[in-house]
């Protein structure tokens, strides 16, 4: 048999997917009597007003929570007048009425955040990027796995919507990657050039003066688990991603949007680069910088170029040995679309996030493919921050024989936050 028909019929039958209705599942047994689930929306900032309504709007809102009363009162101005306004979250997590909890708070917050929403019984609707660090990202997933919670992150272009720049969904970028069209390995290029803006406005402000707190803001409550620093309006609200202790730029920003999709497409939802080097300036210890270029490699020989200086102007999204794609969905290979014809859609995926808190299903993207694509966001930082290559058991989870980049995986947090799990058995 030649090879591309063996994949032809490979990919057939692993294509192979049946669907069961809800009711021969059991699903019924996780609806509740108004078949209606509520949520709670921690952080009501910018970003977070658009969870009230505009992000599950399913879910019926029961609390809001920020640490600004400027934002409280905004959030109260959207919502019903039953809704109840809270400046703690861990007031939120008491409540038993509440099913899901939407974390919409710096980044610095959502480790802390997430492990302990689930450790209270919450499923949860978490902000990109999932997690400030590695480690934090491990800690999440077992307490999701350990308490039997359903996790979701607030990207979504591995199941829904044009991805940048393709004039598509990732579904069609998908089936060419499996058809093995294009050869293996493959090298894939982010930047201006196949699409994508790593917003480089999002840098921070060196020697910051200290400035008076405002009465409405609870700082100390606002840095949480990041270090002390003197409050400076610019390390909060609008601006904090341009600090280290909160964000990390616009690859904080806007890194799992990217990469999340790439990682789908090259299936890599189980493992993480083995090696990964940056070009860039030294770093500021607290202010992000701007970067030139990040390159990352898996162990089978894949490549993911984060080409933030826009210099690659030719390149192809997509290379192999055998094809190019560019945007716009354009390839160097004869009659695409008639070839891509010939192979299997990718599996559907859980999509409905209700659905799967109702049904207890995985979500397309959740605490597990999560961690992994936002532990290619991290490695990036990683490597910005020390302006050198480094070395990653994606196993271990773990920088090789480099103590130095391992402090990045763990970093302390201040005060009682912490990243421990609860000792309390499961009932």
């Given at each position: 048999?030649?090879?591309?028909?063996?994949?032809?019929?490979?990919?057939?039958?692993?294509?192979?997917?049946?669907?069961?209705?809800?009711?021969?599942?059991?699903?019924?047994?996780?609806?509740?009597?108004?078949?209606?689930?509520?949520?709670?929306?921690?952080?009501?900032?910018?970003?977070?007003?658009?969870?009230?309504?505009?992000?599950?709007?399913?879910?019926?809102?029961?609390?809001?929570?920020?640490?600004?009363?400027?934002?409280?009162?905004?959030?109260?101005?959207?919502?019903?007048?039953?809704?109840?306004?809270?400046?703690?979250?861990?007031?939120?997590?008491?409540?038993?009425?509440?099913?899901?909890?939407?974390?919409?708070?710096?980044?610095?917050?959502?480790?802390?955040?997430?492990?302990?929403?689930?450790?209270?019984?919450?499923?949860?609707?978490?902000?990109?990027?999932?997690?400030?660090?590695?480690?934090?990202?491990?800690?999440?997933?077992?307490?999701?796995?350990?308490?039997?919670?359903?996790?979701?992150?607030?990207?979504?272009?591995?199941?829904?919507?044009?991805?940048?720049?393709?004039?598509?969904?990732?579904?069609?970028?998908?089936?060419?990657?499996?058809?093995?069209?294009?050869?293996?390995?493959?090298?894939?290029?982010?930047?201006?050039?196949?699409?994508?803006?790593?917003?480089?406005?999002?840098?921070?402000?060196?020697?910051?003066?200290?400035?008076?707190?405002?009465?409405?803001?609870?700082?100390?409550?606002?840095?949480?688990?990041?270090?002390?620093?003197?409050?400076?309006?610019?390390r909060v609200h609008q601006t904090f991603r341009g600090y280290w202790d909160y964000d990390g730029g616009?690859?904080?920003?806007?890194?799992?949007?990217?990469?999340?999709?790439?990682?789908?497409?090259?299936?890599?939802?189980?493992?993480?680069?083995?090696?990964?080097?940056?070009?860039?300036?030294?770093?500021?210890?607290?202010?992000?910088?701007?970067?030139?270029?990040?390159?990352?490699?898996?162990?089978?020989?894949?490549?993911?170029?984060?080409d933030g200086a826009g210099v690659l102007k030719d390149a192809p999204f997509l290379e192999g040995p055998?094809?190019?794609?560019?945007?716009?969905?354009?390839?160097?290979?004869?009659?695409?679309?008639?070839?891509?014809?010939?192979?299997?859609?990718?599996?559907?995926?859980?999509?409905?996030?209700?659905?799967?808190?109702?049904?207890?299903?995985?979500?397309?993207?959740?605490?597990?493919?999560?961690?992994?694509?936002?532990?290619?966001?991290?490695?990036?930082?990683?490597?910005?921050?020390?302006?050198?290559?480094?070395?990653f058991d994606p196993d271990k989870q773990l920088f090789i024989d480099d103590p130095l980049a391992n402090?990045?995986?763990?970093?302390?947090?201040?005060?009682?936050?912490?990243?421990?799990?609860?000792?309390?058995?499961?009932?």
């Amino acid at each position: 048999m030649k090879r591309r028909e063996f994949l032809k019929k490979s990919l057939l039958a692993s294509a192979a997917f049946t669907i069961v209705p809800r009711h021969v599942l059991g699903g019924q047994a996780f609806t509740a009597p108004s078949d209606q689930l509520t949520k709670a929306v921690i952080g009501v900032g910018g970003m977070g007003r658009y969870h009230l309504n505009e992000i599950n709007p399913d879910a019926r809102l029961l609390a809001i929570c920020d640490v600004d009363n400027r934002h409280l009162k905004m959030a109260a101005e959207m919502v019903a007048k039953d809704v109840k306004a809270y400046s703690d979250f861990r007031e939120v997590l008491n409540r038993s009425d509440v099913d899901i909890v939407h974390i919409a708070s710096p980044p610095h917050w959502h480790g802390v955040m997430a492990k302990m929403a689930a450790e209270a019984g919450k499923d949860i609707w978490c902000e990109k990027p999932m997690t400030r660090t590695i480690g934090e990202g491990q800690a999440v997933v077992k307490a999701v796995q350990r308490y039997g919670r359903i996790f979701r992150l607030n990207t979504w272009f591995r199941f829904r919507s044009n991805f940048y720049g393709f004039g598509t969904t990732v579904e069609p970028i998908r089936k060419l990657v499996k058809s093995g069209l294009l050869g293996w390995p493959l090298k894939v290029t982010v930047g201006q050039h196949t699409g994508f803006n790593w917003k480089f406005y999002w840098v921070g402000q060196e020697r910051l003066k200290p400035e008076w707190i405002p009465e409405s803001l609870d700082y100390d409550m606002w840095l949480g688990p990041a270090p002390y620093k003197a409050f400076n309006a610019h390390r909060v609200h609008q601006t904090f991603r341009g600090y280290w202790d909160y964000d990390g730029g616009g690859l904080g920003d806007m890194g799992q949007h990217y990469l999340d999709p790439v990682q789908y497409l090259l299936d890599k939802d189980d493992t993480s680069p083995v090696y990964v080097e940056a070009d860039a300036p030294q770093q500021h210890p607290d202010a992000v910088g701007k970067w030139r270029r990040v390159r990352m490699r898996y162990a089978d020989g894949c490549e993911i170029i984060l080409d933030g200086a826009g210099v690659l102007k030719d390149a192809p999204f997509l290379e192999g040995p055998n094809g190019k794609l560019y945007r716009g969905f354009k390839s160097d290979i004869p009659n695409l679309k008639a070839e891509l014809a010939e192979f299997p859609d990718p599996a559907p995926q859980q999509a409905d996030f209700l659905d799967a808190v109702r049904m207890r299903r995985k979500f397309a993207l959740n605490e597990a493919n999560g961690h992994r694509s936002s532990t290619l966001v991290n490695l990036g930082k990683i490597a910005i921050r020390l302006g050198r290559s480094l070395k990653f058991d994606p196993d271990k989870q773990l920088f090789i024989d480099d103590p130095l980049a391992n402090r990045y995986i763990n970093q302390p947090m201040r005060g009682e936050w912490h990243m421990e799990m609860r000792k309390k058995q499961l009932v």
